[in-house]
């Protein structure tokens, strides 16, 4: 069974940054394509971001593309997303997930009904 816990949301301003991480056990997380979803206020859950297992193909959504990076460290089963000039259309509760079943490394998916694990969000708030 493969557990994933997320940290870092918070309270912030307008314009300033944060570091979500995830944190996998329980599984190979070398070999999982990892990807990040939010759900706002009365909204469906949204895809984020995401990136393939070699780590070196990632996706963003149009709406935070060039201000979101993801980035994994294997070394430590750990998938990032840091966030700059945050929007307060950005507050949401961010959930990462994982997606098991790519042989390739190469594959970063965008679908919510791609993964295979999830783990339980964290809140992130951005006051105008």
């Known amino acids: 069974q493969v557990q994933l816990v997320e940290s870092g949301g918070g309270l912030v301003q307008a314009g300033g940054s944060l570091r979500l991480s995830c944190a996998a056990s329980?599984?190979?997380?070398?070999?999982?394509?990892m990807g990040w979803f939010r759900q706002g206020p009365g909204k469906e859950r949204e895809f984020v971001a995401a990136?393939?297992?070699?780590?070196?193909?990632?996706y963003y959504a149009d709406s935070v593309k060039g201000r979101f990076t993801i980035s994994r460290d294997n070394a430590e089963n750990t998938v990032y997303l840091y966030m700059n000039s945050l929007k307060p259309e950005d507050t949401a509760l961010y959930y990462c997930?994982?997606?098991?079943?790519?042989?390739?490394?190469?594959?970063?998916?965008?679908?919510?009904?791609?993964?295979?694990?999830w783990g339980q969000g964290t809140q992130v708030t951005v006051s105008s």
């Open positions: 997930a994982a997606h098991t079943t790519d042989r390739s490394g190469w594959h970063a998916p965008r679908f919510r009904v791609e993964y295979d694990y």
């Open positions: 329980g599984g190979t997380f070398s070999s999982y394509a």
């Open positions: 990136i393939s297992w070699r780590g070196t193909i990632s």
